[in-house]
Every structure is written in C-alpha cells, then in structure tokens.
C-alpha cells in the first residue's frame, strides 16, 4: 500500500477540527470492554490539557493486519498523566474509525526521545454508542509502547512508532514519520500539569 501523507489528503483548518473531534471523543466517559468494565473513575474521565497535531506521512497504520491510510495523528496528553497517540484512519466504511494508543508514564529515555508504555487502546468507530452527539470510544485492554522521536518543546517530531496487542490477540501498528513541518501545539486549559508524566518538560 502507498503511504499516505496527512497534509495533502485535509487542510490544516479541517486537521485542526478533526484533533478537537478527537480530543472532544477522549475527554468523554469511555465505555470500557471486559475486563476493564468496571465503575466510572477519574481515570476514566481525562481531562484533555494540552495536544499536538502533527504533519507527516503514515508508513504503517494496522488494525489486526489490515492496513489503511491516515487522515491525522495527534498527541493528547492528561491533566492525571495518560496520554494517547490517536489516528484517524482514512477508513471509506467508517468516517469516524479512529483508534488511540494509550497510556501512561511515559518518560524521556534520551533527551530527544519519548517513550508511552501502552495499557488500552481506546477504539471508535461510526457504531459506538454517542455522547452529545459524539462517538465514545471502548477501551481495550492491551499492552504495548509507543515511541516518539522528536522534541516537542521545540515544536519538531521526526517520527512515531507503535506497536500493542489487546487481550483478545488483536495487534495495532503505527508508523508516522514527520514531513519536517512544526507541530501544531496547544494547551487546551492552563493547570498544574504533572511534571513527572510531562513530555513537555
């Protein structure tokens, strides 16, 4: 399959939009799977403090070993520390296939170098059920990294690598490589962010 760059395939302003729909999607309740079905907590319920939408090309989008292209990747990051790598997938099924890999503390291993344990991946599509007219995602339990390379307080992302498997045997791959444009970085509220979890910092 060619890869398939983001930037060609929707304008920057419809990007834009696209990472709020994203943001909006994370920022509500999720409706775990098993075993993760349990009651709501603040866990469940992040709230959305900053995000980055990058520009690149997907080398690599797989859901259980079927490939699409992308329309966005995106970072969000938590006001309690979890963090998700979220693609929009170019899926003609479903407009709203979006998956997310998600976890949290992640570290800087090298100076320019972040890794995210994953622990769930937060899976959308036109048939989950909707809050406020927007699709909530189920989360997945799963296990995985993702591996970014890059620095983002200078506003540049070489690359991003992921790779989980959920409980049920199903495998996510991504592989995003930047086209050298500056990330689009914003801080959706002003809060006392966690340092310690803060890839920022």
Known sequence: MIPSRLTPRMPLHLSRLVAIALGLSLATPCLAQAPLATASTAEDKPDIDLY????????????????????????????????????ALDDPADESHIIAFSGI???????????????????NSKYRPKVDGIPVPAAQS??????????????????????????????????????????TLRRVRQTMTNTEHDPYQ
Do not use: W
Request: aromatic fraction near 8%; proline fraction near 3%.
């Open 142 to 183: 799963s296990s995985g990294v993702c591996r970014q390379v890059g620095n983002f307080a200078m506003l540049k992302v070489t690359s991003v690598t992921c790779s989980a498997k959920d409980d049920t045997g199903r495998a996510y791959e991504l592989q995003f490589v930047s086209d050298g444009t500056p990330i």
């Open 52 to 87: 980055a939408l990058m520009s690149g090309t997907c080398r690599t989008a797989k859901v259980d070993g079927r490939e699409f292209p992308c329309k966005t990747v995106a970072f969000f990051h938590s006001e309690k520390g979890r963090a998700h790598f979220t693609v």
């Open 105 to 123: 503390n992640g570290r800087r291993s090298l100076q320019n170098v972040y890794e995210l344990p994953i622990d769930r991946m937060l899976l």
